[in-house]
């Protein structure tokens, strides 16, 4: 059992290019989320998914998209970067949203 | 909408107790939660209370609930430099988990 799991662990981009960082769990959860850490700012949802194939805005949601094709896979697409994305990422998965939270270890991502 | 309140920091001596506090914003929240995050690390979940409890004990954990002032604590006994990390509150909304700002607790040896 991995848990969760996210990658890459750290990557560079440039202002204007796009990745997708990837988290997986095996689990069988069907509650996944994103959130990013800022210094000073805890960490904030920026999306959020219930199932397959369905997923909702968090609280930050503007520069990044999802989708949720598969119960493990949560990918989260940033279409054009921006400085101001630069942020630890964490997934995290539940059986259910009101259930505990399990993380990922983390992306951390700088844009330059 | 509205925050959920920690302080930011705390410093205490190796072997004392520990307390950190954290004041929640919605009294249907049903679980409550504590979470530690090391220097580098992701979120573990140290423990969690449910709404219909006032308290929970687990080894040096202590978690008490105030509903009337919607009000959670943290107690850690006999505090040790492992304990030195980053601790987030949060609660269950509608939706998912809400966090606090976290609490940085340096333990002085």
């Known amino acids: 059992n991995a848990g969760v799991t996210q990658t890459p662990k750290f990557q560079v981009l440039k202002t204007g290019q796009s990745m997708t960082l990837q988290c997986a769990q095996d689990?069988?959860?069907?509650?996944m989320s994103w959130y990013r850490q800022d210094p000073g700012m805890g960490l904030r949802l920026i999306h959020y998914?219930?199932?397959?194939?369905?997923?909702d805005q968090g609280e930050v949601p503007n520069g990044y998209n999802v989708s949720r094709s598969t119960t493990e896979d949560f990918p989260l697409r940033l279409l054009s970067a921006a400085p101001s994305q630069t942020s630890v990422y964490f997934c995290?998965?539940?059986?259910?949203?009101?259930?505990?939270?399990?993380f990922g270890p983390g992306t951390r991502l700088l844009v330059l | 909408g509205e925050d959920v309140e920690q302080s930011l920091f705390l410093s205490v001596r190796e072997g004392d107790s520990s307390v950190i506090n954290c004041t929640y914003t919605?009294?249907?929240?049903?679980?409550l939660y504590w979470y530690k995050q090391e220097p580098g690390a992701g979120l573990q979940l140290l423990t969690y209370?449910?709404?219909?409890?006032d308290m929970k004990q687990d080894q040096r954990l202590t978690v008490l609930l105030n509903k009337k002032d919607k009000h959670l604590s943290l107690r850690i006994a006999d505090t040790q430099t492992g304990d030195s990390a980053i601790y987030f509150c949060?609660?269950?909304?509608?939706?998912?988990?809400?966090f606090g700002k976290g609490t940085r607790l340096s333990v002085i040896a």
């Open positions: 995290a998965s539940s059986r259910a949203v009101q259930e505990t939270q399990y």
């Open positions: 689990m069988n959860h069907e509650y």
């Open positions: 998914s219930v199932g397959a194939g369905i997923t």
């Open positions: 919605d009294s249907s929240s049903t679980y």
């Open positions: 209370i449910f709404s219909n409890m």
């Open positions: 949060a609660e269950i909304r509608n939706t998912p988990l809400v």
